[in-house]
């Protein structure tokens, strides 16, 4: 089992530039996640999909849209992204909300 | 809601020496309880879980914690710290029962370890 996936591992982008990270897992889980990790603020919950057609804001939705593709996938999107979103991103998944969480290995973003 | 704090920003122990981690939570009910490691670049790995039973957890690479309800309190510990263990520790709170509420983090404690 490859566990959580997440593409791409680095990426920089133009302030105004759009893009989505995908994240995929294999386990079967019910529940993923996004967060977003910057120096000192720790893990902040950006979006998360409770099950399959659900999908709820977190700590710090502005600026970003998620799609549960199916039981499997779930994206990040930045429709216009800016300085302030330069992080570092994980996807994680569990079976269900309370549960253990399994993380991604992240994807390194920079925007300038 | 629930809430995690982890009084430490930064600890530095030398290697051999024994370490121990903070985790407070705040939550009415049973919580399930966390302990994560990062290492740099990495994503987080599970050290251990409480989720009921026997209050003294045992995990990976040699870490326990012990649930202490009356101090809302579990506390991380490894008894001879090695070079390898240098990464941030997060400890994290569940909410037994909630409906599919997410885990709340702690903002984390980065351990240096020296020779």
């Known amino acids: 089992n490859a566990g959580v996936t997440q593409t791409p591992k680095f990426q920089v982008l133009k302030t105004g530039q759009s893009m989505t990270l995908q994240c995929a897992q294999d386990?079967?889980?019910?529940?993923m996640y996004w967060y977003r990790q910057d120096p000192g603020m720790g893990l902040r919950l950006i979006y998360y999909?409770?099950?399959?057609?659900?999908?709820d804001k977190g700590e710090v939705p502005n600026g970003y849209n998620v799609s549960r593709l199916n039981k499997r996938e779930f994206s990040l999107r930045l429709e216009s992204a800016a300085p302030s979103q330069t992080s570092v991103y994980f996807c994680a998944s569990s079976e269900q909300g309370e549960d253990t969480q399994y993380f991604g290995p992240g994807t390194r973003l920079t925007v300038l | 809601a629930q809430s995690v704090t982890q009084p430490d920003i930064h600890i530095t122990v030398s290697e051999g020496a024994s370490l121990e981690l903070r985790c407070n939570y705040s939550?009415?009910?049973?919580?399930?309880l966390f302990w994560y490691v990062q290492s740099p670049g990495q994503g987080l790995q599970l050290l251990l879980k409480?989720?009921?039973?026997?209050?003294l957890v045992q995990g990976i690479k040699g870490f326990e914690a012990e649930f202490k309800r009356s101090q809302s309190s579990f506390n991380l510990r490894k008894p001879s710290v090695h070079w390898s263990d240098a990464a941030e520790y997060f400890c994290?709170?569940?909410?037994?029962?909630?409906?599919?509420?997410?885990?709340?983090f702690g903002k984390g404690t980065r351990l240096s370890v020296i020779a």
């Open positions: 999909s409770a099950s399959e057609g659900t999908t």
């Open positions: 939550y009415g009910a049973t919580p399930y």
């Open positions: 994290a709170v569940g909410a037994w029962n909630s409906g599919n509420t997410p885990l709340v």
């Open positions: 386990m079967n889980h019910n529940s």
């Open positions: 409480y989720f009921s039973g026997d209050t």
